[in-house]
């Protein structure tokens, strides 16, 4: 039996990895997982009645507990997706993103590799450690061209710095200590069980029950937009064959500006809701002071991936918005749950004074 051990494996995008992992005969998964906020144990609970799911609720911060998680459960490879990731926190107070996605990923890295060191041969060539970041790495686009894999490293928030920062560690560990490592930088993700304070969720929320729709700017800011269960199979795919030492973007070309989605989104919701509202939705989007270093525009080549390992997005954007509209108007059960204690639908993103307060 293959064993996978996934970090982040509750939240947004690592539960939608282990969703596709355990309809796979033959194949185990160690989840580690300390539930923060943003993590849903909702998300699996089917999942543990399944002899082949194991959740071990420890931080990555922890070097001991990894050490202690690696070498008991023995995985096949690992796949590290346990991230702060909303760069409006980030702004807000960036040292839970230093905390997790630096000082965590060098942990993994360490239990790791000591790890990997006592297998025999056979089983360090097909050893995996996959470090799953993001577009933002890469700094910020004009009105034209791609992030390949070259572009040089520009971060401009705390949480974008703090992922390139654990990106370069673990290219470090695989040119200096020879583990087999691998890099995947993805678009901006959507879909079901994505934690309501990101763009898609915060406007439906805010459009069903009739409260202003905030947008950054003027709205024109551009992301390119993945659907998360086909980045979920793009990270199957490069784990399983994707080449050591490599970096693969992932993308789907599938471009809009923030305006764009939220008037979309709110033309959905007033498509798909059986009592109509008073006027349309679109009318509640409301222009906001913009986020501190707004990068303009976020956009990858995905030709590699797509060249070396046969990968493309399965659904097209308009489809998986639309169930993805569906699928939150289906469950406000899970929202308000998700949200309770958490967070309230207050902004996000603003700067720090002197003193380190937000302002």
């Given at each position: 039996?293959?064993?996978?051990?996934?970090?982040?494996?509750?939240?947004?995008?690592?539960?939608?990895?282990?969703?596709?992992?355990?309809?796979?005969?033959?194949?185990?998964?160690?989840?580690?997982?300390?539930?923060?906020?943003?993590?849903?144990?909702?998300?699996?609970?089917?999942?543990?009645?399944?002899?082949?799911?194991?959740?071990?609720?420890?931080?990555?911060?922890?070097?001991?507990?990894?050490?202690?998680?690696?070498?008991?459960?023995?995985?096949?490879?690992?796949?590290?997706?346990?991230?702060?990731?909303?760069?409006?926190?980030?702004?807000?107070?960036?040292?839970?993103?230093?905390?997790?996605?630096?000082?965590?990923?060098?942990?993994?890295?360490?239990?790791?590799?000591?790890?990997?060191?006592?297998?025999?041969?056979?089983?360090?060539?097909?050893?995996?450690?996959?470090?799953?970041?993001?577009?933002?790495?890469?700094?910020?686009?004009?009105?034209?061209?791609?992030?390949?894999?070259?572009?040089?490293?520009?971060?401009?928030?705390?949480?974008?710095?703090?992922?390139?920062?654990?990106?370069?560690?673990?290219?470090?560990?695989?040119?200096?200590?020879?583990?087999?490592?691998?890099?995947?930088?993805?678009?901006?993700?959507?879909?079901?069980?994505?934690?309501?304070?990101?763009?898609?969720?915060?406007?439906?929320?805010?459009?069903?029950?009739?409260?202003?729709?905030?947008?950054?700017?003027?709205?024109?800011?551009?992301?390119?937009?993945?659907?998360?269960?086909?980045?979920?199979?793009?990270?199957?795919?490069?784990?399983?064959?994707?080449?050591?030492?490599?970096?693969?973007?992932?993308?789907?070309?599938?471009?809009?500006?923030?305006?764009?989605?939220?008037?979309?989104?709110?033309?959905?919701?007033?498509?798909?809701?059986?009592e109509p509202a008073a006027r349309p939705r679109e009318e509640l989007i409301t222009f906001t002071t913009d986020r501190p270093g707004h990068d303009f525009r976020y956009a990858l080549d995905s030709t590699k991936i797509q060249a070396e390992l046969g990968w493309e997005p399965a659904h097209s954007f308009d489809e998986s918005l639309r169930l993805t509209v569906k699928w939150y108007l289906d469950n406000m059960d899970w929202c308000k749950n998700a949200m309770t204690g958490k967070y309230s639908g207050e902004r996000l993103g603003l700067s720090r004074n002197a003193s380190g307060d937000t302002t």
């Amino acid at each position: 039996m293959t064993r996978i051990l996934v970090t982040g494996g509750m939240g947004f995008i690592g539960s939608a990895v282990i969703r596709r992992y355990l309809d796979k005969p033959g194949v185990s998964v160690v989840n580690v997982d300390k539930v923060t906020y943003a993590a849903s144990e909702e998300t699996l609970r089917f999942a543990e009645v399944n002899a082949a799911y194991i959740h071990e609720r420890h931080d990555i911060c922890d070097a001991a507990e990894m050490h202690r998680i690696i070498d008991e459960h023995r995985p096949d490879a690992i796949m590290h997706l346990a991230a702060e990731t909303h760069v409006d926190r980030s702004i807000g107070d960036p040292s839970d993103f230093i905390q997790t996605n630096v000082v965590g990923t060098y942990n993994l890295l360490d239990a790791a590799y000591a790890y990997w060191q006592t297998l025999a041969a056979p089983e360090q060539d097909a050893f995996r450690f996959h470090h799953v970041s993001t577009d933002e790495v890469y700094g910020s686009l004009g009105d034209t061209g791609l992030f390949t894999e070259q572009t040089p490293y520009d971060p401009n928030s705390p949480y974008a710095a703090s992922k390139a920062s654990a990106d370069h560690l673990v290219q470090s560990w695989h040119r200096t200590y020879g583990l087999p490592t691998i890099i995947t930088n993805c678009s901006n993700n959507f879909g079901p069980y994505q934690f309501p304070e990101k763009l898609i969720p915060v406007i439906i929320m805010k459009a069903l029950t009739g409260q202003p729709v905030p947008i950054y700017g003027d709205g024109q800011n551009v992301r390119e937009w993945l659907y998360v269960d086909d980045h979920a199979d793009a990270l199957i795919s490069v784990l399983k064959s994707g080449r050591t030492g490599e970096t693969y973007n992932i993308g789907s070309s599938a471009e809009r500006t923030n305006i764009d989605i939220a008037r979309k989104v709110c033309e959905l919701i007033d498509e798909i809701v059986a009592e109509p509202a008073a006027r349309p939705r679109e009318e509640l989007i409301t222009f906001t002071t913009d986020r501190p270093g707004h990068d303009f525009r976020y956009a990858l080549d995905s030709t590699k991936i797509q060249a070396e390992l046969g990968w493309e997005p399965a659904h097209s954007f308009d489809e998986s918005l639309r169930l993805t509209v569906k699928w939150y108007l289906d469950n406000m059960d899970w929202c308000k749950n998700a949200m309770t204690g958490k967070y309230s639908g207050e902004r996000l993103g603003l700067s720090r004074n002197a003193s380190g307060d937000t302002t």
